[in-house]
């Protein structure tokens, strides 16, 4: 199962960008849904998690605030709203959905991964 990512770009630091997953053909009903971000050089990291059906949420404490994610239970969607962009936060950025219906800040819990999609912040 591929999901799709998308929203990427280039923004200037203190810009927003909003990321979206979807996977076409499937559903993501009863999964919990998390994003991961690899910067250059850098090993993966856990990015932001949301639960099913979305009542709970956690982050990376450096995106606490600037950062949300949510889902559209509907249309089978998960977002990243990213305000306040930082340099540090350029990286490709990766939406997966969990094996459980709990979130989970653990790479190794997600069975599913998208391609990716690049998130350029410059100063």
């Known amino acids: 199962v591929q999901l799709q990512a998308s929203g990427g770009g280039l923004v200037q630091a203190g810009g927003s960008l909003r990321l979206s997953c979807a996977a076409p053909?499937?559903?993501?009903?009863?999964?919990?849904m998390g994003w991961f971000r690899q910067a250059p050089g850098k090993e993966r990291e856990f990015v932001a998690a949301?639960?099913?059906?979305?009542?709970?949420?956690y982050y990376l404490d450096s995106v606490k605030g600037r950062f949300t994610i949510s889902r559209d239970n509907v249309k089978n969607t998960v977002y990243l709203q990213m305000n306040s962009l930082k340099p540090e936060d350029t990286a490709v950025y990766y939406c997966?959905?969990?094996?459980?219906?709990?979130?989970?800040?653990?790479?190794?819990?997600?069975?599913?991964w998208g391609q990716g999609t690049l998130v350029t912040v410059s100063s």
């Open positions: 997966a959905s969990s094996a459980f219906a709990t979130l989970s800040r653990y790479s190794f819990q997600y069975q599913y």
């Open positions: 053909g499937r559903t993501f009903t009863g999964y919990g």
């Open positions: 949301i639960n099913w059906p979305g009542d709970s949420t």
